[in-house]
């Protein structure tokens, strides 16, 4: 399926199909010419000497084939020294599209250009936690670390305001997740998308299709092959439909992979394989710190968005110095996140690569002064601010050699103090700094900084160097400095004082070459600080044993992800994700105790709301009358009186005293009502063995009426909930028995196959609800069955059985291909709830291959295998399932033709479908038909009261929409050409997929004088030539 950018790709050239050999009509007239020639140069003389002829045409124009040749120019000029001769041949390369193109109207051939390229904006990220630099000082001058010498080393000495840094539940991985996907929102958010101007239609691609490239910079890797891009992509897939087209890997050499990031970007939109997309260049780095060195600790991230036009745009000429130096690395096996490197050494190669790059862009730029032709200084920042104020003084003596004093201090105060606001807060942070500070200047002078220059030099050890230069066009997207500290940088910060960042800073150091690893930095200093988790921040949930990384947006704070945003490589790859990470633990700094509020009162509330009859309240109030609201007249209000007699529509918790039997109804049972056993304190209790799914869920009954549900109060429940009920609702809601080994099912819960375990009620005041498991004993375990729904049987239940020729746990079944193909998906012991289904590659899919993924046993299959075949094919559709592995991973589907008979083709059935059903989401209703007579199909539908228009639901008519369904399969949709259709409309009836939003209404048209409650039977007609009409009477 093509990407929104390759559809309107196709759209740029109209010239594509074979045209009819016409071409375009000449005129034979030329260009008239004015007689003047082109003005003269200094010397005196004219480049061309017109002769009033201009050019002359031959009348032919192009020849639409494509290929046929004709003198498209010819014209002739005379001058003083010579003659300019204007003249050529063209081959056509694109063939027309068979029409002639009327006299006078110009073709446009779609061209993209790229100009004034450059950066739009950056996205920065910083970890939460930060520390004040003068409490370091204080916190090191202890006799126990270095002592009083060390005060002043970091404010005064390296510059430092503060630091931040991380612990062990993000890394630079998270770091690039999160940054790219905030600057996607924020480009949402702002509406500053300007991809239109550059596309075909002018609309602007949506922002999940907006980046057409992405490169990563780098030297804190995390995989020597898995690219850190790669995981970005994630964002894209998920939330843009599949998206996939995005350029671009990871850079890396040591702080210079994130400009070489930049520089990749940057040469491809300014490329001719530029698409009109943005690109993003992310630099994402933690700088960590052992116990004794946390002052020079530093992380951050940025993400650059680079496009034409750009308010920053790259300007005049770049330098590059790269060497061989053995500065600083880190060697592949290393046994330290940190590097091996020599401190005094790394920095003169840092000052040498500045020296090559000034000397090299001076020659560039003609032997100017750099100083003359730009106004702002960023630098790479090396370890902190007296790296980069040495490097802009080892460059102000390069050029001012002369300059002394406060003429030194007020040029770096007016042309680097700008570039460092933020480093000063964050602390070296390798391959983002240049970007960093390159943010710092655009967000400290705004709108002062117009038309003026940047000159920026990055840097990274071992060794590679790039100074170029940034011209400020515009105002880029960014908040003013003090707005952005305010908005991003300190909102939802959390200060830690030095004793306390040391050890869960520590901890993330201590992950390096960590396999089978789940964070636990947060839970282990201050559970607290988990409820400071950022809700658009991903965090690190797990390393597995082969060291796959996994994230998720929010941490074990968030939600599990919606359900429209899984991909089916979560389940094909086994990945885990939030519900494996455990619950979040209750924050008891923020939990607010209502003293007035008992747990009593708390479950009667609750129990009341979810039993609340809304409709049979509406009974409880009489109606006064409807008046002119006082205040906006044109608005009517109706006022309701209660009655005195009204009735409680919620059930009460309180036992009634009367003596009760009590039913537990499990999968383990098939959902079939077994009685519990009363002890002598007045509970009850039932013993069931764990089947092999290794969990069950179930609810209870009282006396055994269906209508008096006992059931928890939300979905898939663990013990120890609120009970609701004895109630007529809850049809969704079980208590779930989760055995299986999960990071959120208790140790003494985990059990195998055969395992007892004991449910217990009580209800004195309250009810309750637990369960245990008993130890030590195991019972038998019932022999599941295996069923499959498929297209012949109308998605019937049909059983599958044991494969006696193949080892036990395979079981099949053999079925014909006819018109209606062959469809399936699996279910255990009637059970709908335990489907087991294949994973669509893509979102929208519904039916796959034999090679797609199996999910399941759950309530969420919606997928069906689809088996590619022949007509009057026989198949054998065989599944595999281990007893003893509950994941998916122990499944197997398959199936091989084994034969080819004459077509048996079924005879058709109909089904009855609307809001009766929930358009057959909850069931179809079969339409009947004579004996041995297919021609001729009834049903019967119910009227009810409803609107018409959703969009006016106050506006309700006595009606019942409805359509028919073919076999179950939405493929075979028989529905009218128009919507709201009636009986006496003029219609065609046709039967396709595309009947979605196309139905009959019933009571639509006065004539069916339709009232609620009233039966009407709906006959289908289908002639022999195949033509059906749908007609319904009383």
């Known amino acids: 399926m093509p990407s929104p950018v390759e559809d309107r790709m196709s759209q740029m050239v109209d010239g594509q199909a074979k045209g009819d050999g016409k071409g375009f009509k000449g ?16 010397d005196g003389k004219g480049f061309a000497k017109g002769d009033g002829k201009g050019f002359k045409g031959d ?67 910083t970890p939460q936690f930060w520390f004040e630099q003068t409490e370091m000082e204080e916190f090191d001058a202890r006799p126990d670390r270095y002592g009083p010498s060390v005060i002043g080393k970091y404010t005064k000495g390296i510059g430092q305001i503060q630091a931040r840094f991380n612990t062990d539940d993000e890394d630079p991985v998270s770091f690039c997740m ?34 057409g490239r992405i ?35 990871d850079q890396y050499n040591a702080c210079y992979g994130g400009q070489a990031a930049g520089l990749a970007v940057l040469s491809w939109v300014e490329s001719d394989r530029w698409d009109g997309r943005y690109g993003i260049a992310v630099a994402t780095d933690i700088s960590e710190a052992h116990p004794f060195f946390i002052a020079f600790v530093g ?52 000052l040498d690569a500045l020296d090559s790059c000034y000397k090299t862009l001076r020659k560039k730029v003609n032997d100017r002064e750099l100083f003359q032709i730009t106004d702002y200084n960023v630098f790479h920042t090396g370890g ?20 002394r004093g406060s003429e030194r201090e007020e040029l770096t105060a007016l042309r680097l103090h700008p570039s460092c606001h933020i480093l000063k807060r964050v602390g070296p942070c390798h391959t983002v700094s240049s970007f960093l500070n390159t943010a710092s200047v655009a967000m400290s002078q705004m709108q002062e900084a117009l038309g003026k220059v940047i000159m920026v030099f990055t840097y990274g050890s071992g060794c590679a160097a790039t100074m170029y230069q940034l011209r400020i066009d515009d105002i880029a997207y960014f908040d003013p400095l003090e707005v952005w500290f305010l908005k991003r940088f300190y909102k939802n910060s959390v200060k830690m004082n030095p004793g306390d960042a040391i050890p869960i800073h520590n901890i993330y150091v201590e992950t390096w070459m960590k396999f089978e690893y789940k964070p636990f930095g947060r839970q282990k200093e201050n559970p607290d600080l988990l409820h400071a988790l950022e809700e658009d921040v991903y965090y690190l949930g797990e390393i597995d044993k082969f060291g796959r990384r996994f994230y998720h947006r929010g941490g074990i704070k968030a939600r599990p992800l919606d359900k429209k945003y899984e991909l089916p490589a979560d389940t094909a790859e086994g ?104 002890n002598s304190d007045g509970s009850w209790y039932f013993e069931f063995t764990l089947g092999e799914n290794r969990w069950e869920e179930f609810y209870l009954t009282q006396d055994g009426d269906k209508k008096r549900r006992i059931y928890p109060h939300v979905e898939r429940a663990a013990k120890d909930g609120v009970a609701v009920g004895p109630h007529d609702g809850g049809q969704s809601h079980f208590w779930f028995l989760d055995c299986r080994e999960r990071v959120d099912v208790p140790a003494d819960q985990m059990g195998v196959p055969g395992d007892r375990y004991r449910v217990t009620f009580r209800w004195k005041k309250m009810k309750e609800l637990t369960w245990t498991k008993l130890q030590g004993e195991v019972g038998e375990v019932d022999r599941s069955q295996y069923f499959i729904a498929g297209s012949w049987t109308d998605f019937e239940l049909e059983e599958l059985k044991p494969d006696t020729s193949r080892r036990k746990g395979w079981y099949s079944t053999e079925v014909q291909m006819t018109s209606l193909g062959l469809e399936f998906k699996l279910v255990r012991n009637e059970d709908y709830s335990q489907a087991i289904y294949p994973v669509p590659t893509k979102r929208e899919d519904r039916t796959c291959g034999k090679h797609a993924a199996i999910n399941g046993p759950d309530a969420s299959g919606a997928t069906f295998w689809k088996v590619d075949g022949v007509l009057g094919g026989v198949y054998r559709i065989a599944f595999f399932r281990d007893a003893e592995d509950c994941e998916p991973a122990g499944m197997r589907v398959e199936w091989t033709k084994i034969d080819d008979r004459p077509i048996v083709e079924l005879e058709p059935t109909y089904y009855l479908v609307g809001p009766f059903n929930d358009w057959g989401q909850k069931d179809m209703r079969k339409m009947r038909h004579p004996p041995g007579d297919v021609s001729v199909f009834t049903g019967e539908v119910e009227i009810e009261e409803m609107a018409p228009d959703e969009k006016s639901p106050e506006k309700k008519k006595f009606m019942m929409p409805f359509k028919i369904v073919q076999h179950k399969m939405p493929t075979r949709c028989v529905h009218p ?46 002639a022999p030539t195949g033509a059906m009409t749908i007609s319904w009477s009383k």
């Open 215 to 249: 490169d990563v910079g780098t030297e804190s890797i995390v995989d020597r092959s898995k690219s850190m891009k790669s995981y970005v992509m994630d964002i894209f897939e998920r939330y843009g439909d599949g998206e996939s087209n995005v350029e671009g890997v």
């Open 299 to 350: 992380a951050a991230t940025t993400a650059t968005l680079f496009f034409p036009d750009a308010p920053l745009a790259h300007h005049s000429q770049r330098a590059t110095c790269i060497l061989h130096r053995l500065d600083f690395c880190k060697p592949v096996g290393w046994h330290d996140m940190a590097p091996v490197t020599d401190g005094k050494y790394s920095v003169e190669c840092y």
């Open 27 to 42: 005129e034979g007239k030329g260009f008239k010419g004015d007689g003047k020639g082109l003005k003269g140069g200094k």
């Open 59 to 125: 009348g032919k124009g192009f020849k639409g084939d494509g290929k046929g040749k004709g003198e498209f120019m010819k014209g002739k000029g005379k001058g003083d020294g010579g003659e300019m001769v204007s003249s050529g041949k063209g081959k056509g390369k694109f063939k027309g599209d068979g029409q002639m193109v009327p006299a006078g109207q110009q073709q446009v051939v779609y061209q993209r250009q790229s100009r004034n390229a450059g950066i739009h904006t950056i996205e920065i990220y």
């Open 977 to 1022: 050409d128009k919507d709201k259709c009636t009986q006496l409309m003029e219609h065609k009836v046709v039967m396709d997929d595309k009947g979605k939003d196309l139905s009959w209404h019933i009571g639509a048209h006065p004539a069916d004088k339709a009232k609620k409650g009233d039966v009407f039977s709906v006959k289908l007609q289908i």
């Open 384 to 403: 902190g601010y007296h790296i980069v104020k040495k490097a802009f003084e080892r460059l102000l003596r390069n050029e001012r050699p002369e300059c």
């Open 178 to 211: 999160t940054v790219v996907h905030r600057l996607l929102e924020r480009i949402e958010e702002k509406g500053f998308n300007e991809t239109g101007r550059y596309q075909p239609d002018g609309v602007a691609l949506g922002v999940y299709h907006a980046i």
């Open 575 to 678: 990945r885990p994700t939030r519900k494996h990470w455990g619950p979040l633990p209750e924050d008891k700094k923020n939990k607010i105790e209502d003293k007035l509020t008992t747990v009593d009162e708390k479950r009667r509330q609750i129990e009341y709301d979810m039993t609340f009859d809304h409709e049979a309240e509406e009974g409880n109030y009489m109606e006064i009358g409807e008046f002119n609201d006082t205040y906006r007249r044109d608005q009517k209000v109706k006022i309701l009186k209660p009655l005195p007699d009204r009735k409680q529509h919620g059930t009460t918790i309180e036992p009634d005293g009367l003596q009760h039997s009590y039913q537990i109804v499990g999968t383990w049972a098939r959902r079939q009502s077994q009685e519990m056993t009363q």
